[in-house]
């Protein structure tokens, strides 16, 4: 096995990579080798390998004529002089039907045939009429389930759920980690400290790797807390027609990733009409809101903000010509805004702020709307969380040898994050900030069997991302105002001439502006890449050709604090515009 790797790098920061991998196995061997080159993407298919015998006897000519019944896809084989077919670039799923034809023997069909992405399907078919127990030169047909021997094999350890499976899988919030967590070696965090991440065999979440369709649709810069590009996963979980997860796969095409690696294939359409709907809801109305007495909640009451919970989606998916043509759209809308709890002390919160009173939160609103001219906002209840996915698929079968399968996705959430109200922290909306994903790709598949012993796969990738942090209320300065009770003249008259340059612990402290990481916070990455991989079967050697070209370019603007921060001693010190601190950073030619 050997590999090359050739990059180049232009004066613009573009990256281009180009990568090249030759493999080749050999049949009742188990060989596997570690690249330090890694692979950019992964199978999107499914292969098959058998034999035809009568009594133990290789036979050589059967034609093979496997067939995917929901779409009528065709493919063919013959034996060779050992017995033996393969078949490849078959769609993952089924029902299969495969049927054998030999001169001087019984035909065979075998039934309910379901392949699995990235995996050989085995299937031993015996023409002996005495070992099936058909009668002498009756047709035998037979499930795959009767056959022994017959079924997938993996390469590695890996976890595959079909759609019937996703369907079953408990995932309140609908995301996609809550299916790559059935993964044995997988472990799904939910603190609200990392937020919803999955790490594989303990490495860190960010060293994993996710894909649709076999291209890497990972975050692109690494700011998210594991290697999903949104929130609950760029696409719905009804659009899934297969999902796999690995930990360590020995295939030349894997490669990205120290942790594990999650591939959705999605559905395509069939000559059959299928859709599905959904909706759910919650509000502060269904919510319960007392429970038992106890110490700081005497009468057991616990105050909620008003809130509402709304998420809805609905897939089609269907003919356009039959046998031909097919397509599978699938959208999902999440509007979520959950309640946050902190709040002042006279509140009655679930997590008030030690020390923050309405009376001094009015006092420094009106201050910042008369002398500082503008609007700090009030206090947050609900995060705002919102979530658009969209996706479509079309599937076309050119020929019983040709096939294209053309993606493209878009998905966009946001949520409000105050990361500076704390045990005595009040940061009001105006410091608040949205935290936006959003992602658009398109991907290509063209699969083709030139011959039964040479087949190729080509793959095309756009995708375009964008996140950073964007103030709520808009762009400003930051002012932190303390509200320290041993500052004289806290409410007037003249400031202290004693002034720190931080609040006392267990002092509140209020925070209004925009934040300073969040004053100038944009990122924006562009890819492109390709692949083109073939495989050449050699008597009892199978021979693999990988080659990819990958394009990325990067926008990251960040400048903390762009538009300035200031920090007053006393609520008084802000009416009277006296700063004890402040600090500002820009960029400088």
């Known amino acids: 096995m050997d590999a090359q790797r050739l990059v180049f790098r232009s004066k613009t920061g573009f990256d281009m990579q180009f990568r090249f991998f030759l493999a080749a196995s050999v049949a009742g061997l188990s060989l596997a080798t570690a690249i330090a080159t890694p692979a950019y993407a992964q199978e999107t298919s ?23 019944l929901p779409t009528g896809t065709i493919t063919s084989a013959t034996t060779d002089g050992s017995g033996v077919f393969t078949a490849n670039s078959l769609r993952p799923g089924g029902p299969y039907s495969v049927k054998v034809t030999a001169p001087g023997h019984p035909g065979a069909t075998v039934t309910d045939v379901y392949t699995v992405v990235g995996q050989t399907f085995s299937l031993p078919i015996e023409l002996s009429a005495a070992e099936t127990g058909a009668d002498q030169g009756a047709p035998i047909i037979v499930t795959a389930t009767r056959i022994k021997g017959a079924g997938n094999l993996s390469a590695g350890p890996v976890t595959v759920l079909t759609s019937e499976q996703i369907s079953k899988v408990a995932s309140v919030n609908r995301d996609i980690r809550d299916l790559a967590a059935r993964n044995p070696f997988a472990t799904l965090d939910t603190s609200s400290t990392n937020g919803r991440q999955v790490s594989f065999a303990g490495q860190n979440p960010r060293f994993n790797r996710f894909t649709i369709d076999g291209v890497p649709i990972t975050d692109s810069f690494g700011l998210n807390p594991d290697a999903l590009p949104s929130r609950r996963g760029p696409v719905p979980l009804d659009s899934i027609g297969q999902f796999e997860t690995k930990v360590a796969p020995y295939d030349i095409r894997e490669g990205f990733f120290q942790g ?23 509000s502060d109305a269904l919510t319960g809101k007392k429970t038992a007495p106890y110490i700081t909640r005497p009468d057991g009451r616990i105050p909620l903000p008003s809130f509402e919970s709304k998420d809805f989606g609905a897939t089609l998916s269907g003919p356009i010509i039959k046998d031909k043509l097919f397509f599978m759209v699938s959208a999902e809308r999440v509007r979520a805004a959950r309640p946050v709890q902190p709040g002042t002390v006279e509140d009655n919160s679930g997590t008030p702020v030690t020390g923050a009173t309405n009376a001094d939160l009015a006092l420094i609103q009106s201050i910042a709307k008369t002398k500082y001219s503008f609007d700090p906002g009030g206090i947050l209840k609900t995060d705002g969380d919102k979530d658009d996915r969209i996706v479509g698929r079309l599937d076309a079968n050119l020929s019983e040898t040709q096939r294209v399968s053309l993606t493209g996705l878009y998905t966009k959430d946001s949520l409000i994050v105050n990361t500076t109200t704390g045990n005595t922290n009040l940061g009001l909306s105006s410091n608040a900030y949205t935290k936006p994903n959003k992602l658009r790709a398109g991907i290509l598949n063209w699969n083709a069997d030139w011959s039964e012993k040479f087949s190729t796969e080509f793959r095309a990738l756009y995708k375009a991302y964008d996140s950073g942090q964007f103030p709520l209320m808009g762009r400003t300065a930051q002012f932190a105002i303390c509200a320290d009770p041993n500052t004289p003249n806290r409410t007037g008259g003249a400031t202290t001439t004693n002034a720190s340059l931080s609040c006392p612990s267990g002092t509140p402290q209020y925070i209004i502006g925009s934040g300073g990481p969040s004053q100038s916070n944009v990122l924006q990455v562009r890819t492109w890449g390709g692949s083109i991989s073939a495989k050449l079967r050699a008597g009892d050697h199978n021979f693999r050709l990988l080659g990819e070209w990958n394009h990325t370019k990067t926008f990251n603007l960040f400048v903390n604090p ?27 030619r």
Do not use: P
């Open 562 to 588: 762009s538009a300035g921060s200031y920090y007053f001693d006393s609520i008084a010190d802000f009416r009277n515009g006296n700063a004890q601190s402040f600090s500002y950073n820009n960029a400088v």
């Open 260 to 282: 594990g690696v999650s591939n959705a294939i999605l559905k395509s359409g069939t000559n059959d009409w299928h859709g599905t709907a959904f909706f759910t809801y919650s």
């Open 46 to 68: 499914a292969s098959m390998r058998g034999s035809v015998t009568d009594a133990g006897t290789a036979i050589a000519g059967a034609t093979i004529t496997i067939e995917h």
